[in-house]
């Protein structure tokens, strides 16, 4: 037996283990061996994040490793390099560096006396895109891989920015990845873990600062964008979204492109695995991964092949909360997306949506800051107690068009399209909804995107117009099933802001639209039910290794100060869960506080505040990291604060400073 391993029934569990890679750094794993692979050498099944193996999601790890270490797999979650217990640096995700370790990971696992060569590499958000990017052009050993919630575009369909527009998503996460990266390893590193936590806070980065700057679309964002190489994808996918996450638009787009690798499923859950998918109705994960492991690493004879290649969940109108525990509709299944679809068109009048085109219009699009206000506290988690709100009153403050009530059903299956011709063009963004709206007023939001008018259509570069020239503008939603039923109203909402979740233009404008249209996707007959239903959610692990002090969910907030200024954010308070083996805890909050003065754009300030606690038996650590953005018309300004404590005694303070250039 491995020193520091412990036998659970058939599972042999090494807590802590050394991986080395070509340049000797080590990347620290935890380990799940089956017993009989000493005897008889079966496949392996990778998951690789820097969140923190013995700490962070060991509650999460413990619903899956196990199990499908107890049904005949090895299994190993590797800390990212520069994070957790392993050793190096991290300067940025999705580093060239973080992509060979992967690869090198894979080759040792292959390598070893308990592993038939064989390798499934899965996980969620991180993980899931790590996978499909260890996937192109994979190692001999990778077989296949489960990418949950994760991105094949880091441009688009990230947490950074949309349509050429920066998410204020991206300044939360500027402010938590550090806290993260610059929290202590643990003594499964070594006596001299303090050292080597202090000299990673010394060489710790502020990747913000790059994220912002990098406004086009350009190398550093397709790098690791396998959107880009889906041709190179070489072992089978299954993907899963959720549509209360954003990232779910990588699924569709993926079976779409790669339909004989790829297969998709899309629940109504957020971002997370979906046996633990809220809103619900989630479903047993770990039995959908098992039959996929069995079919591509087992070889058996049955398996995913004859799955359906698509199965999603047709939504359909949920009356607006903050939190909503089970979304109404249904699931369905179906070919790669495209099968059985047609175009439906949608004209902008001064009637509304209609169906036949009529002569030119002339809108002029609102240029009010207030909306947003029923947004929701974020473009992509989908967190529980942050879903978006009644629409009517961001939709009051914007420029609408509804179509009659609807003789029947309408099915939205794929990627809805706005085509809009643009006159007297300034600088500045458009966001657009597609509402559905219920025969008492009530507007739901369906999917929402926004563009930003000072690119092109690739984003990969501005352009360079003097405001008085005509232009067609082409903005594509994110992929989506939804079923408006019989006698609502579609309304596709346009504005020139989305605030708080994009950052406002500096030109406060008022484009002005002469003509447009919208064109749907949608299904010309009723979509199959599923033929075999999925497995229902386990209670995992059966015997609980951990308990949850406070699990409260998000709270937000808005108000208006004396000086007119609206003031808007949200609150994760404290949670905490203690980890019985470890006698150790893990535990975190987060703040978000938006304020902006009405028709002043550059009075946008965003700041995120990220603190996580780590309570063990030799002491108690925290780590606090505060990010602030404001801007001026030629210039991002970006303020980062980190302190590291020990013991409440300071063990290193960071703060960064920084002027980014605003081309757009």
């Known amino acids: 037996m491995t020193e520091g391993s412990v036998l659970s029934g058939a599972v042999e569990i090494t807590e802590h283990l050394w991986i080395s890679m070509p340049d000797g750094i ?3 794993a935890r380990l799940w061996l089956p017993r009989s692979a000493y005897q008889t050498p079966m496949p392996a099944l990778l998951e690789y994040i820097p969140y923190r193996k013995t700490d962070m999601v060991r509650a999460r790890d413990e619903r899956n490793q196990p199990f499908f270490a107890e049904h005949g797999y090895a299994c190993l979650r590797v800390d990212m390099r520069g994070s957790g217990d392993s050793e190096g640096q991290m300067d940025d995700m999705y580093s060239a560096l973080e992509l060979a370790d992967a690869r090198d990971v894979i080759t040792w696992i292959a390598d070893q006396p308990w592993c038939n060569g064989r390798v499934g590499m899965f996980g969620t ?9 260890a996937n192109v052009d994979a190692p001999d050993a990778l077989k296949a891989v489960i990418a949950v919630c994760a991105t094949h575009d880091r441009y688009e ?5 949309m349509g050429g527009c920066l998410l204020t998503d991206s300044i939360e996460w500027g402010a938590t990845l550090p806290a993260i990266l610059g929290s202590p390893p643990t003594p499964n590193a070594g006596d001299d873990w303090r050292a080597q936590w202090e000299e990673r806070l010394s060489a710790l980065t502020f990747p913000l600062e790059t994220w912002v700057r990098e406004e086009a679309r350009g190398a550093y ?10 041709e190179g994808l070489t072992r089978p996918v299954l993907a899963i979204g959720g549509w209360s996450d954003r990232y779910s638009n990588s699924v569709m787009s993926l079976v779409s492109a790669r339909p004989d690798l790829v297969w998709g499923v899309v629940g109504p859950w957020g971002h997370q695995y979906p046996d633990h998918g809220r809103p619900g109705p989630a479903i047993g994960f770990q039995q959908l991964a098992l039959a996929w492991w069995d079919a591509w690493l087992k070889e058996l004879p049955s398996g995913p092949l004859d799955w359906p290649r698509f199965r999603v969940w047709l939504a359909e109108f949920d009356l607006p909360a903050d939190q909503i525990e089970r979304r109404n509709g249904r699931w ?14 949608w004209h902008l009048s001064d009637d509304g949506l209609v169906s036949t085109p009529p002569s030119r219009g002339d809108w002029d699009v609102p240029s009010d800051l207030c909306v947003g206000r029923a947004s929701g506290d974020t473009g992509y988690f ?3 107690g942050g879903e ?7 939709d009051a403050l914007s420029l609408t068009f509804d179509t009659p009530p609807l003789e029947d059903d309408r099915i939205l299956f794929g990627s809805a399209v706005v085509i809009l011709q643009l006159k007297a063009i300034p600088k500045g963004q458009l966001a657009l909804r597609l509402n559905d709206v219920a025969p008492d007023g009530t507007s739901a939001r369906v999917i929402w995107t926004v563009h930003n008018l000072a690119f092109d259509e690739t984003y990969d570069e501005a352009i360079r117009a003097d405001g008085t020239e005509s232009r067609e503008v082409r903005l594509s939603f994110p992929t989506k099933a939804y079923r408006w039923q019989k006698g609502h109203r579609l309304r596709l909402s346009i504005s020139s802001s989305y605030w708080p979740i994009v950052w406002p233009s500096s030109d406060l404008s008022e484009p002005s639209i002469v003509a447009g249209a919208l064109r749907l996707p949608v299904f010309q007959e009723a979509p199959a039910d599923l033929t075999h239903d999925f497995p229902p959610p386990l209670d995992l692990p059966r015997q609980k290794k951990h308990h949850i002090i406070a699990s409260p969910k998000l709270l937000r907030f808005e108000r208006t100060d004396t000086g007119s200024a609206r003031v808007s954010g949200w609150h994760q308070p404290y949670t905490e869960v203690f980890h019985v083996e470890t006698e150790a805890a893990y535990g975190f909050e987060t703040r978000a506080k938006h304020r902006i003065a009405p028709q002043d754009p550059l009075s946008a300030t965003s700041t995120m505040e990220h603190r996580a606690v780590y309570r063990r038996p030799d002491g108690t650590a925290e780590v606090r990291c505060t990010v602030s953005v404001h801007s001026d018309g030629g210039f991002f300004q970006l303020n980062g604060h980190l302190v590291a404590e020990w013991e409440g005694q300071p063990v290193a303070e960071r703060r960064w400073d920084r002027s980014v250039p605003r081309k757009c």
């Open 157 to 161: 369909d990230d947490i950074h920015h």
């Open 125 to 133: 958000s991180w993980g899931g895109t790590a996978s499909l990017q």
């Open 382 to 384: 989908g967190r529980q």
């Open 26 to 28: 080590r990347l620290a």
């Open 332 to 345: 369905v299944q179906s070919g790669p997306p495209e099968s059985h679809i047609g175009d439906e068109t």
């Open 388 to 394: 978006p709100l009644d629409q009517r009153d961001d």
């Open 221 to 230: 964002w397709q790098h690791g964008s396998v959107t880009h190489q889906a």
